[in-house]
């Protein structure tokens, strides 16, 4: 693998949603998650984190090396974890600590290198943990948090119908089916997230190869994604704000405070071109420079 980057980086990402979930509570019969005090909405960092992760599962896992996926569908994380358990020859992990004392450090870096996502967002790996390792738990240099929509958002409980019926009792008596379907007619997210060289030397070697793929991927993770259920789900800005050294030259949030979204005009929003989203990138930080990708 490539060297660590040795910039810090934070950056913003707009998307929005067109008649679509882009977020569905299971605890709420899946409507779109919201703040139920401000009606804003809300779509996790773990629900963006699988969009970044699918992307490079379907089109760069099998072209590169180290670009394994550790948490997708139908693999059980202890089966990835045995390999590295496999790879530094150890037959008994609740006992590994005291016959190799570097056997923390060996794991970690074989999960790092060979696994994407670990290297970048981390990861709890429990069969790690449950064997008292200290490896089971690494803290990956790219973070995200909640995106929360520009403006509260209105989900809308739509009613379907289907000619179709299941049972074959029930086609006797009806001709059509019910069903329902929750929709956010419009709504512009704002994500917030973080890239610190610091953790990406110190823990899982984050590489600059690997961060013009997480960009990608950011720039890409709806395109491929598309379903009845999310509707048009699109990224119209990557905003990325980089620091000339690896700590920052300067808090996140005073880059942050420099993306403006507002409203074009007063009726409800219904498409990206409602709003006008301006950077301001005068008087920028010593140290810092700005550039949309998007």
């Given at each position: 693998m490539s060297e660590p980057i040795?910039?810090?980086?934070?950056?913003?990402?707009?998307?929005?949603?067109?008649?679509?979930?882009?977020?569905?509570?299971?605890?709420?019969?899946?409507?779109?998650?919201?703040?139920?005090?401000?009606?804003?909405?809300?779509?996790?960092?773990?629900?963006?984190?699988?969009?970044?992760?699918?992307?490079?599962?379907?089109?760069?896992?099998?072209?590169?090396?180290?670009?394994?996926?550790?948490?997708?569908?139908?693999?059980?994380?202890?089966?990835?974890?045995?390999?590295?358990?496999?790879?530094?020859?150890?037959?008994?992990?609740?006992?590994?600590?005291k016959k190799d004392p570097d056997a923390d450090q060996k794991i970690r870096d074989f999960m790092c290198s060979n696994f994407y996502d670990i290297r970048t967002f981390g990861a709890v790996m429990t069969t790690f943990v449950s064997g008292a390792l200290n490896c089971g738990q690494v803290r990956g240099p790219v973070q995200l948090g909640f995106a929360k929509s520009v403006d509260p958002i209105s989900p809308r409980d739509i009613t379907l119908t289907r000619?179709?019926?299941?049972?074959?009792?029930?086609?006797?008596?009806?001709?059509?089916?019910?069903?329902?379907?929750?929709?956010?007619?419009?709504?512009?997210?704002?994500?917030?997230?973080?890239?610190?060289?610091?953790?990406?030397?110190?823990?899982?070697?984050?590489?600059?190869e690997d961060l013009q793929i997480f960009w990608k991927a950011i720039i890409n993770m709806f395109e491929n994604d598309h379903s009845a259920a999310r509707g048009n789900m699109s990224v119209r800005e990557l905003i990325v704000f980089k620091h000339e050294s690896e700590i920052g030259c300067c808090p996140a949030y005073k880059l942050f405070d420099r993306v403006h979204v507002k409203r074009r005009t007063d009726e409800p929003p219904r498409q990206y071109q409602d709003y006008e989203v301006a950077v301001d990138t005068e008087d920028l930080p010593s140290g810092v420079t700005c550039e949309r990708m998007v």
């Open positions: 040795k910039n810090r980086y934070d950056f913003v990402v707009l998307f929005d949603v067109e008649n679509g979930n882009p977020n569905g509570d299971p605890d709420a019969g899946n409507m779109p998650r919201t703040d139920p005090e401000t009606g804003f909405g809300i779509v996790t960092d773990v629900c963006i984190k699988r969009k970044i992760r699918n992307y490079i599962e379907d089109f760069i896992e099998e072209e590169k090396p180290g670009y394994r996926i550790y948490i997708k569908e139908g693999v059980p994380l202890n089966r990835s974890d045995e390999e590295a358990l496999a790879y530094i020859g150890a037959d008994d992990i609740k006992s590994l600590k000619v179709a019926i299941t049972k074959e009792k029930d086609a006797e008596s009806k001709h059509t089916e019910i069903g329902r379907k929750y929709i956010v007619p419009y709504g512009l997210y704002k994500l917030e997230g973080y890239v610190s060289a610091n953790l990406a030397r110190k823990v899982t070697g984050f590489s600059e």
